[in-house]
């Protein structure tokens, strides 16, 4: 596979830890460090499956958790006075409360100034050509997109992944199918999308273009509540901003 989406563009390493801790309901203070970075290597694997344009600093996190587990297992040593003895995971929890707290702080400024486009927002007469936002809605992450994803691949009947298929999907074409899909419906359930695949390289190449339409800011991935369905609508303010061009 040749196309590649830009990573970066997404989330780093600590939001996946952060993500991983959360939804896994784990004590931040007391993370298990094991399960926590097998976990984190699992989702790696899959973006390099995916042939995603993995930054170095997911691969610097790999190695930084691999060597906190080591340490983990070590026993403890005998010699040292007790005032030496540091839990190995204590600068990482330090590294997430501090990121935890920008991304709060971040998020909190992100809905301020959303709630400040509405005392301007132009009233649209054609309220049918432009899906309705919703409050209740936010917009699922990469990870949550991963997740689902699993899922998908996991639901496939298994004769799909050894079926042979001549022909060859690329991004580009799954761009437009999703795009054209958006202009019958409004939006579309995550998992829908893929029922009509025929072979894996077609589930991978829909779910790459999703990736692309998103980093496009041509649609938002969105969800009703953490971990739930996620749905797929255009995104809103670029239909704005393309009409007003």
Do not use: C, W
């Not at 001549?166 to 029922?195: M, P, R």
């Amino acid at each position: 596979m040749t196309y590649k989406v830009k990573l970066e563009v997404f989330e780093g390493p600590l939001d996946l830890l952060l993500y991983l801790i959360k939804k896994e309901e784990i004590d931040i203070y007391d993370i298990p460090i094991a399960k926590i970075t097998d976990q984190y290597l699992e989702y790696l694997e899959f973006m390099k499956l995916l042939d995603l344009n993995i930054a170095g600093e997911f691969l610097v996190m790999a190695a930084t958790l691999m060597h906190i587990k080591s340490r983990m297992l070590l026993p403890p040593d005998q010699a040292a006075p007790e005032e030496e003895e540091k839990d190995p995971r204590a600068e990482l929890v330090k590294r997430l409360l501090e990121y935890k707290k920008f991304k709060e702080a971040a998020a909190e400024l992100s809905h301020m100034e959303s709630k400040q486009k509405h005392f301007f927002a132009r009233i649209s007469l054609d309220k049918d050509k432009v899906p309705v936002t919703s409050d209740d809605f936010f917009e699922a992450s990469l990870f949550d997109l991963i997740t689902a994803f699993t899922k998908v691949l996991k639901d496939i009947p298994k004769d799909i992944f050894h079926e042979v298929i001549k022909d060859e999907y690329t991004v580009s074409e799954k761009i437009h199918d999703i795009l054209h899909l958006l202009v019958e419906k409004t939006a579309i359930n995550f998992g829908d999308l893929f029922k009509v695949a025929k072979s894996k390289m077609e589930i991978i190449t829909t779910f790459l273009a999703v990736l692309e339409l998103i980093r496009l800011k041509e649609i938002v991935a969105r969800q009703a509540s953490p971990f739930s369905e996620i749905e797929i609508t255009r995104n809103i303010e670029a239909m704005k901003a393309g009409s007003n061009g």
